[in-house]
């Protein structure tokens, strides 16, 4: 269950649902049961709830949820914003199910109270004013707030703050996770998520054809690469880390220490000669060789045992690092650029996308949010795009490279439109170096033939377990030593796959 929908598609679902015989004030029984369920777990028998009930069917989900409550011993009464003359369909049928008296939607609550938030859900488009911002501010003054499907204010499909939104405790969604559940900010407000089956059948899902996931080991664990008892290190793949001068060394360190942990037979890092003793002194099972400048990387990367090549890192700003990726672009393997090798080309990004549109090869580009707005801040077409997602999207499409675009939301999307979000990356993973840790981690799972979505998803969870693993305290040093503890649990993961779904004779 990792697809993230749209507000649009789960209408689909709905709709689909009901169009093949579930009622649709059955899946509103289900939701308004589950919502009244979590209710149940979290507070004793006569609790007194308030419920605010928009006018839509997410207010006929808190109706619902109301006469089960009182049916339970619970003390609920019902704030009907906007009254009943606009309540239609199954938010009506909920409003004659319950048996109390609902009162105007006002701004006071009493201090025990419980508030469950049915005003909006996930369908709002436009921003919350007048006494419908009034009343979500005062839902904020309540310390415990239980979001139906998503908290108020929060748009579903790009996860931004409509106005205003509430901030919940707890928030109760149904069939699958909607993109505003895992995107910032909307994730802030969410609290806790509690994923719940109202009748929906998963067959909708093939109908529907989302195209976006949560980043989980799922979505990429069959293309692992697992070694096998008959490789050795030259098959395993050749990953290359080009460095920068003697002083800015330690980046590239990171990132070739993190392609060897992830798999790597070998790893090399391409030095100016002038770094060469530092990296000499500083490397074991990493290799160090002179190359200097572009033309000698082509050189270099001329042998196809060397097919994955890391740019960036520590690698300085300017025309030669700009020349150094436009060399490595011209052949054929891997290619990620992180750093210094995006913010290089952030007065000529039309020459970059002009060089990954035009190559066979894979390439991976790794921005934060500050790299990514240099680079395509004047593309207005993905600078105005409305969420972190469909900026992505929108520079994999128009460079034809993955694009990583990192942060607490990292999103990995690639130019056919597919995007995994990864959730739950620890804060204290906002580290010096922690950047270069990633890049390497990346190419050395292309470096092993691991296709460019799958690796690039598959880097960033591990990236984000390994700093849950390490605590916080972390520092950069820290995420590569967890790799091999995170290894195991996938193989274990991956042998038990493959003893539940056998492959045929």
């Known amino acids: 269950m990792l ?93 004659q199910r319950w048996a109390g008296p609902c009162e ?3 701004r006071d609550f009493a201090p025990d109270e419980v508030v469950i938030d049915a005003l909006f859900g996930a369908g709002i488009d436009r921003p919350v004013e007048g006494q419908a911002r009034d009343l979500i501010e005062a839902i904020n003054s309540k310390a415990c707030v239980l979001a139906v499907d998503l908290p108020s204010g929060i748009n579903g499909t790009t996860g931004a703050i409509m106005g205003a939104a509430v901030r919940a405790s707890d928030t109760a969604t149904f069939f699958r996770h909607k993109l505003g559940h895992v995107l910032l900010p909307g994730r802030l407000h969410c609290g806790r998520t509690h994923l719940a089956d109202i009748g929906i059948p998963g067959s909708v899902i093939d109908a529907i054809r989302p195209r976006v996931w949560l980043n ?23 990953a290359v880390v080009v460095s920068g001068e003697a002083f800015s060394t330690g980046a590239a360190r990171l990132a070739a220490r993190a392609a060897l942990r992830a798999g790597a037979g070998l790893v090399t890092i391409a030095s100016p000669p002038e770094a060469l003793a530092v990296h000499a002194v500083a490397n074991l099972a990493v290799m160090v ?52 090798a995006l913010t290089s080309f952030a007065d000529q990004p039309d020459a970059l996308a002009t060089a990954l549109r035009g190559r066979q090869g894979t390439t991976l580009l790794t921005p934060h949010e500050g790299e990514f707005r240099r680079l395509f801040s004047a593309l207005s077409a993905i600078s105005d795009a409305p969420s972190k997602l469909e900026k992505a999207r929108r520079a994999a499409a128009r460079t034809g490279a993955i694009c990583l675009l990192k942060g607490p939301d990292t999103v990995v999307a690639a130019p056919d439109g597919r995007a995994a979000i990864v959730h739950g990356a620890p804060p204290w993973l906002a580290t010096a170096g922690s950047g270069d840790v990633l890049a390497g981690l990346a190419a050395g799972l292309l470096a092993q033939g691991m296709a460019g979505f799958e690796a690039a998803s598959a880097s960033v969870w591990l990236h984000a377990q390994a700093a849950v693993a390490a605590g916080p ?12 503890s995170l290894y ?9 796959q493959a003893s539940r779904h056998p492959r045929p004779e």
């Open 3 to 95: 697809e993230l929908l749209t507000t649009a598609e789960m209408a689909q679902a709905d709709h689909l649902t009901i169009a093949a015989g579930h009622p649709g004030i059955e899946l509103m029984e289900n939701a308004g049961r589950a919502v009244a369920d979590i209710v149940t777990r979290q507070h004793p028998s006569g609790t007194r709830i308030a419920i605010v009930a928009g006018p839509g069917n997410n207010g006929g989900d808190g109706l619902v949820a109301a006469r089960v409550l009182q049916e339970r011993g619970y003390r609920p009464r019902v704030l009907l914003f906007g009254g009943t003359s606009h309540l239609r369909g199954d938010a009506l049928t909920a409003f």
């Open 104 to 106: 105007p939607a006002a």
């Open 216 to 238: 989980s080991p799922s979505l990429w664990l069959e293309s692992l690469p697992i070694p096998k008892a008959t490789g050795h290190k030259y098959t395993r793949g050749h």
């Open 289 to 340: 060789r002179p190359v200097n400048g572009a033309g000698e990387l082509t050189d270099f990367l001329r042998d196809a045992r060397r097919n994955a090549v890391v740019l960036g890192p520590g690698g300085g700003v300017g025309a030669s690092m700009r020349e150094m990726v436009l060399a490595a672009l011209a052949g054929d393997c891997a290619v990620v650029l992180d750093a210094d």
């Open 473 to 484: 305290g972390l520092i950069s040093e820290d995420l590569a030593d967890v790799i091999p």
């Open 488 to 496: 195991q649990q996938l193989y274990r993961w991956r042998a038990e």
